[in-house]
């Protein structure tokens, strides 16, 4: 398989769809599979030039902060709300929101520390890296699909890896999307850079600074 460079920014999430969010999640496996396609396993842990993590170590943050995630979608999905109401998929973000999911997904923008407890550190090989990135987007499908059309736009996810975070619940699914496609583009940049492939550059969005 040829590894193609990726197309940049996803399309734009306006409201929760959960039929688009199926198919942005697939295309996501998708560049995850082609990113590490004809790597050798010393590339694939191999730091770039300018320092940094790794391919590896991209992926197993995001494995590290999905599965942290899991327990906290399960407990807004669970609790009891009388303000719960059934809304239309697709229901608007408000401004803010969609410019919030635009800075997540953004690499030179909204730069944050990085908790502890997603600090990558383990070195495992790509199959079995690959292979616990599958097992948590499968639990986090599951829950996205338990979603079934009901927005309770009281009940808030806490983010583990940034606790002052509390999204409302069907809009922390986009913005999990948008946190993955941020760490492949990262990602993608490393594989740039072992392979001497001309770098990516991220095309502009309509009313935003270039990405530096």
Request: hydrophobic share 40%.
């Amino acid at each position: 398989m040829r590894f193609r460079a990726f197309t940049g920014m996803g399309p734009e999430a306006r409201g929760f769809d959960l039929a688009r969010w199926l198919d942005a999640a697939a295309a996501i496996e998708t560049e995850l599979i082609e990113l590490t396609t004809d790597l050798t396993e010393a590339q694939f842990h191999a730091p770039p030039r300018t320092g940094g993590w790794s391919i590896g170590h991209c992926i197993e943050h995001l494995i590290l902060a999905g599965n942290a995630l899991l327990p906290e979608l399960d407990a807004a999905l669970r609790r009891p709300n009388g303000a719960a109401q059934r809304v239309e998929q697709g229901r608007p973000y408000s401004w803010w929101q969609r410019k919030l999911l635009r800075y997540a997904e953004s690499s030179g923008r909204l730069k944050l520390k990085t908790h502890q407890s997603s600090v990558p550190y383990l070195r495992r090989s790509i199959n079995q890296t690959m292979a616990g990135f599958r097992d948590m987007h499968r639990e986090l499908t599951r829950r996205a699909c338990h979603l079934n059309g009901f927005d309770n736009r009281q009940a808030r996810v806490r983010f583990p890896f940034a606790g002052w975070v509390r999204l409302s619940l069907a809009y922390s699914f986009d913005f999990v999307l948008a946190h993955e496609r941020r760490h492949l583009h990262q990602a993608a940049r490393v594989r740039h850079q072992l392979l001497d492939l001309p770098p990516r550059v991220e095309p502009k969005q309509s009313g935003s600074r270039p990405v530096r």
